[in-house]
């Protein structure tokens, strides 16, 4: 067993830390102010290649297995994550699909610019009947000739404004239920696309997530994403592939706030003595260490089954749910240690909390996990 | 054009230093490409962008300094080459760095050096105008612009604060101060690529230098850390009483009247 990451990856994970410390981390604040990335901040990550983390390097990415995009992850993690998410979504479930399932051809045509940064990704599954019950789909697409025609809406799409191109599910067969559901590839300049109102969040503030609308929307046979009828299947491995991900970003934001804290904790003095000689506050520290630890360990885990060709169904949903209820007790205690300043806005503490809560809900709540969870559970002991 | 870049690895003073057995205690530092030099890669960078030609960047250290060098080299280097003196039993300093970058750069073709203005550790700026001194090629130190058309070069220096232009012809040696440029970030790719971009160790003694030629010729005596700041002080009062106390402060605290 050897933890260690190789000389490359810790390269690359050194030079994202100074990055995201010295030019996204100043902009916080504005980000959070304005809901909005400076476009510099944007500029310059696509020019270090961020844009390509999940891309194979005959496409013009990097290249780099499971463990290593979590270790670049977990650097990503570490700053505002609105900025986080923008590039999560992206190289995450909005590339992947492309990736995993794409043809020659569609790879050829979509990776290198996504690579580049000059397309931005994103995926759209979720629509107001289709929460958790993802299979309840109201869009449709029919064939017509070399097109499909889609009708329907999806809302909460991360990336909606920003991105080029879409990962979209839609039934092509009614009668066929989860098999009924294609996934293709749109992109925003396909007529009949368009991209609704922005959503008001309660954090990730500058990540924009919106509706989307198919009025006969047109879109070329070649786009269908892998099979037809094979959809769901595509958007369960889509979602699967992102979970370490999800938690390796989860992992960067738990170590920064245990950073933050450890640094407060011993310049802050309550009853003449630096907090952290209370041993109630020590305590919550010692917490939050150990199931970032925990966290840690469980991520190049999965990442490294996922490396290793296993099937990680059940550890990745196991992950998903542990790294967000683990950033969520975290940033809880985050604010806790650092008294009212942790709950103050001018404080970059309040919002790590507000941002730790919607990792429970997207990209499948914590309760569907377990629902996964406990189903592989009875698969696996029923043999 | 060829352009060649002499880099120095020192330890980040942004970072906690400490000081073990009278030296730089190592394994606490980080190290990092001296922030000056990071500014003559990226000027060397951009010139290639604009001249065509090639980019080699050198150093004068043992084996961990690959590292600053591969990071140079994924900011879009050509060519690395570290001049390894791990086996040197003789003190080195300014004077030794310099006659050793000298004794290899007189074996290479370039039309320009480019170097910082000095390095964020120790603060010298001796060893590339000694260099340029030794290779008799023009110097200009602490450039903030410069143009190079044909042979000749137009610089634009920073002397305390104000801009002086200086016109002069290749080959030169420059030394960059900060607003030159802003040095980009290694990309992603660049840093998978680097591991793939030549990388040349030469001992020392290949460069045809005996050690009583680069014994140092000065000699540290103390090394301390500055003293801790302590907290600054607020004056209280209305603006009379707070004037009559700064000057009592400044005769008999600080002494300075
Ligand atoms: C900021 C943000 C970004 C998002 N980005 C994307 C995106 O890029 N692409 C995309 O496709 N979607 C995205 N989503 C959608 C997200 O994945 C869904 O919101 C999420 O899956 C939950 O669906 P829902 O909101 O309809 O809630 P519901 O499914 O209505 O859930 C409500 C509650 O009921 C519980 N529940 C429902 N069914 C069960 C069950 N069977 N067993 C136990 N409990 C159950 C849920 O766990 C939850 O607690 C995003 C959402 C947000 C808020």
């Known amino acids: 067993m050897d933890f260690s990451l190789n000389e490359d990856i810790q390269f690359l994970k050194r030079n994202i830390r100074e990055f995201v410390k010295n030019e996204v981390d100043p902009f916080a604040m504005e980000i959070e102010e304005k809901d909005e990335i400076p476009h510099k901040i944007i500029a310059m990550s696509k020019e270090m290649g961020l844009f390509g983390l999940s891309i194979p390097e005959e496409y013009g990415g990097l290249g780099i297995g499971m463990v290593g995009k979590c270790a670049l992850y977990e650097e990503v993690g570490k700053t505002h994550n609105g900025y986080t998410t923008l590039i999560g979504a992206h190289t995450g479930i909005g590339t992947v699909g492309i990736v995993d399932m794409g043809n020659e051809e569609q790879k050829k045509k979509y990776l290198p610019a996504m690579a580049r940064g000059e397309k931005i990704g994103a995926f759209a599954l979720t629509e107001p009947s289709a929460g958790s019950h993802a299979t309840n789909l109201k869009t449709t697409a029919v064939r017509q000739g070399d097109k499909f025609i889609l009708n329907g809406s999806k809302h909460y799409i991360t990336n909606a404004t920003v991105a080029d191109v879409f990962t979209v599910m839609a039934i092509t067969n009614p009668e066929k239920g989860a098999k009924g559901i294609t996934s293709f590839i749109v992109e925003k300049d396909f007529p009949g696309f368009k991209v609704g109102a922005v959503e008001k969040k309660m954090g990730l503030k500058g990540s924009q997530s919106a509706e989307l609308f198919f009025e006969d929307c047109e879109v070329p046979i070649e786009n269908v994403l892998g099979e037809e009828g094979q959809g769901y299947v595509n958007a369960l491995k889509i979602l699967a592939n992102g979970r370490a991900g999800l938690a390796a970003r989860n992992l960067g934001s738990c170590q920064k706030l245990i950073d933050m804290s450890m640094e407060f904790v011993e310049e802050r003095k309550q009853f003449n003595v630096p907090i952290i000689e209370h041993q109630a506050v020590a305590h919550m520290l010692a917490e939050m260490a150990m199931d970032t630890e925990a966290l840690r360990s469980f991520t190049y885990r999965v990442a490294w089954m996922v490396d290793q060709g296993q099937k990680v169904i059940k550890e990745a949903a196991m992950l998903k749910l542990f790294g967000s209820e683990v950033y969520q007790r975290v940033a809880d205690k985050a604010v806790q240690v650092h008294g009212g300043i942790g709950y103050i806005s001018e404080y970059p503490i309040e919002r790590y909390f507000r941002d730790a809560r919607i990792t429970r809900i997207y990209e499948g709540t914590s309760e569907i996990q377990k629902n996964i969870i406990s189903g592989q559970l009875r698969k696996e002991y029923k043999k | ?257």
């Open chain 2, 1 to 257: 054009m060829d352009l060649i870049v002499i880099m120095k690895r020192t330890f980040d003073t942004e970072d906690r230093i400490s000081i073990k057995n009278g030296l730089i205690d190592e394994e606490e530092a980080e190290f990092i490409i001296n922030p000056y030099d990071e500014y003559a890669i990226e000027e060397a960078i951009l010139l290639r962008e604009k001249h065509g030609g090639e980019v080699k960047v050198v150093t004068v250290g043992d084996e961990e300094a690959e590292k600053e060098l591969r990071t140079a080299l994924a900011m879009g280097a050509d060519k690395a080459v570290l001049i390894d003196t791990e086996d040197v039993d003789v003190e080195l300093d300014h004077f030794s760095i310099a006659e050793i970058l000298t004794s290899y750069l007189k074996t290479q073709d370039f039309d320009m050096i480019l170097g910082g203005n000095l390095a964020i550790d120790d603060g010298s700026g001796q060893v590339a105008p000694r260099v340029a001194r030794k290779l008799d090629i023009n110097l200009v130190t602490t450039i903030t612009k410069i143009e190079v058309e044909g042979d000749k070069v137009t610089i634009e220096r920073d002397v305390e604060g104000d801009v002086e232009t200086v016109e002069t012809t290749l080959p030169v040696l420059v030394t960059c101060q900060q607003g030159l440029n802003e040095p980009r970030y290694p990309s992603l790719p660049g840093i998978m690529k680097a591991k793939k971009k030549p990388l040349e160790t030469i001992d020392y003694d290949d460069l045809d230098l005996e050690e009583e030629d680069i014994q140092a010729k000065s000699k540290s005596v103390e090394l301390y850390l500055p003293p801790e700041r302590t907290a600054g002080r607020v004056l209280k009062g209305d603006m009379e009483e707070q004037a009559k106390e700064l000057v009592e402060l400044l005769k008999t605290k600080s002494k300075v009247l």
